[in-house]
């Protein structure tokens, strides 16, 4: 959210010229610095909560506000959230997780994060591609509303986009004593868990630095090999994008050519 709020959000609003003096339906940094500041008092269990608080604000701008520069803001910034996210907290979590996932049986329910609509929704796998290794889902109707076309998509799970639930209280991301809601939350050997801000939630002690150094350790050292065991996950991270410029830029000056 830092990196949202104090860079790409400047850049973004730069980029497409809009006027920030004038009133909009909804104010993007209002709205992203009220998330960080829950944030740092604690008040998520998990990082799929606050996706999904981040991912309503884009919500927001979609059904106040189509077709407009505002919109266009906040579809620009959800891209760019998505991959951060990705990068810095879904894939450093899950690595262990999605080397050794398991096709998902039909009839297992699964939490499917639709991006270009900005929202996630319950769904159950009714068929598998075992070559392929994806499922498809298909959307779980309200009652009442059987008239309506259910939402079917092929899927990897688990993926970014796609992850099954262990039992029902999931599917409004309320339990969090779940192994796949645990993106920010840290069990020390004390049974305390805090935050990513540090804070503690209720009944919980606060780990000690080299205890949660060690327990991110074999993720960061699986996804980023230059990873010596010293370095912050966000120095790690920046490293390894520098490092894959020069081969970006050549992919792309070859395409080019």
Same mark, same amino acid.
């Given at each position: 959210?830092?990196?949202l709020?104090?860079?790409?959000?400047?850049?973004?609003v730069?980029?497409?010229?809009?006027?920030?003096?004038?009133?909009?339906?909804?104010?993007?940094?209002?709205?992203?610095?009220?998330i960080? +500041?829950?944030?740092?008092?604690?008040?998520?269990?998990?990082?799929?909560?606050?996706?999904?608080?981040?991912?309503?604000?884009?919500?927001?701008?979609?059904?106040?506000?189509?077709?407009?520069?505002?919109?266009?803001?906040?579809?620009m910034?959800?891209?760019?959230?998505d991959?951060l996210?990705?990068?810095?907290v879904?894939?450093?979590?899950?690595?262990?997780?999605?080397?050794?996932?398991?096709?998902?049986?039909?009839g297992?329910r699964?939490?499917?994060?639709?991006?270009?609509?900005?929202?996630?929704?319950?769904?159950?796998?009714?068929?598998?591609?075992?070559?392929?290794?994806?499922?498809?889902?298909?959307?779980?109707?309200?009652e009442?509303a059987?008239?309506e076309?259910?939402?079917?998509?092929?899927?990897?799970?688990?993926?970014?986009?796609?992850?099954?639930?262990?039992?029902?209280?999931?599917?409004?991301?309320? +339990?969090s004593? +779940?192994?796949?809601?645990?993106?920010?939350?840290?069990? +020390?050997?004390?049974?305390?868990?805090?935050?990513?801000?540090?804070?503690?939630?209720?009944?919980?002690?606060?780990?000690?630095?080299?205890?949660?150094?060690?327990?991110?350790?074999?993720?960061?050292?699986?996804?980023?090999?230059?990873?010596?065991?010293?370095?912050?996950?966000?120095?790690?991270?920046?490293?390894?994008?520098?490092?894959?410029?020069?081969?970006?830029?050549?992919?792309?000056?070859?395409?080019?050519?």
């Amino acid at each position: 959210l830092d990196e949202l709020i104090v860079r790409q959000l400047p850049l973004a609003v730069s980029s497409l010229q809009f006027n920030t003096s004038d009133e909009h339906a909804v104010s993007i940094q209002t709205e992203l610095e009220t998330i960080k +500041s829950n944030i740092q008092k604690g008040q998520f269990a998990n990082s799929y909560l606050v996706h999904c608080e981040v991912v309503a604000i884009w919500r927001q701008c979609m059904d106040k506000a189509p077709q407009t520069l505002l919109y266009s803001l906040a579809c620009m910034l959800a891209q760019i959230f998505d991959e951060l996210y990705f990068k810095s907290v879904y894939l450093p979590l899950h690595v262990t997780a999605l080397q050794v996932a398991k096709p998902s049986e039909p009839g297992t329910r699964v939490r499917v994060y639709n991006a270009p609509e900005h929202k996630w929704w319950i769904g159950t796998v009714t068929e598998h591609d075992t070559k392929q290794h994806m499922s498809l889902v298909t959307q779980e109707l309200a009652e009442g509303a059987e008239k309506e076309e259910p939402l079917q998509v092929w899927v990897s799970i688990p993926s970014f986009y796609a992850e099954a639930l262990e039992n029902d209280t999931e599917a409004d991301g309320s +339990s969090s004593d +779940s192994k796949s809601l645990k993106l920010f939350t840290y069990n +020390s050997t004390a049974g305390g868990r805090v935050n990513t801000a540090g804070v503690p939630l209720a009944g919980s002690t606060l780990p000690d630095a080299e205890a949660l150094k060690e327990w991110l350790a074999q993720p960061l050292a699986t996804l980023y090999p230059g990873y010596k065991g010293k370095e912050t996950a966000m120095s790690i991270l920046n490293s390894f994008i520098k490092d894959k410029q020069p081969d970006a830029l050549k992919a792309n000056s070859d395409k080019a050519k």
